[in-house]
C-alpha cells in the first residue's frame, strides 16, 4: 500500500513555472513506476508525464513534451512535475499515480492515486 499526497499547485499566468511535488508514505517510491495525470473539466484524466521505478526511463505526453519534467528524489521518496512555459489549456487538476506495469499511459494500469492538486494557467 502506498499513499500519495500532491502539492505545489496553484494560480500562474501563462508563461510561468510550477513545480508539483507527489509525497509518498506507506512504500517507498523507488517501488513503483510512477506518474501524472490531469483532468480539466468536461474532460477525460489523461497522462502527463511518467517514470520508472528505477528512474531511467521517463515518457511524456506530446502536450508537454519540452515544457514538463518529471523527477523522482527516492530519498525523499517524492515525485516531482516540474511545468515550465504553462498555457491557458494546461489548466486542470494534476493527479499523482503509481503502479508497477511500466511507464504506461493507460489510467487503470496505476493503482495508487492522490487527491489531486489544481492547477490554473490565467492567459
Known amino acids: 500500500q502506498v499513499q500519495l499526497v500532491e502539492s505545489g499547485g496553484g494560480l500562474v499566468q501563462a508563461g510561468g513555472s510550477l513545480r508539483l511535488s507527489c509525497a509518498a508514505s506507506?512504500?517507498?517510491?523507488?517501488?513503483?513506476?510512477m506518474a501524472w495525470f490531469r483532468q480539466a473539466p468536461g474532460k477525460e484524466r489523461e497522462f502527463v508525464a511518467g517514470i520508472s521505478w528505477g528512474g531511467g526511463t521517463t515518457d511524456y505526453a506530446d502536450s508537454g513534451q519540452g515544457r514538463f519534467t518529471i523527477s523522482k528524489d527516492n530519498a525523499k521518496n517524492t515525485v516531482y512535475l516540474q511545468m515550465n512555459t504553462l498555457k491557458p489549456e494546461d489548466t486542470a487538476v494534476y493527479y499523482c499515480?503509481?503502479?508497477?506495469?511500466?511507464?504506461?499511459?493507460?489510467?487503470?494500469?496505476?493503482?495508487?492515486w492522490g487527491q489531486g492538486t489544481q492547477v490554473t494557467v490565467s492567459s
Open positions: 499515480a503509481a503502479g508497477s506495469s511500466g511507464v504506461v499511459v493507460i489510467r487503470s494500469s496505476y493503482g495508487y
Open positions: 506507506g512504500r517507498t517510491v523507488f517501488m513503483y513506476d
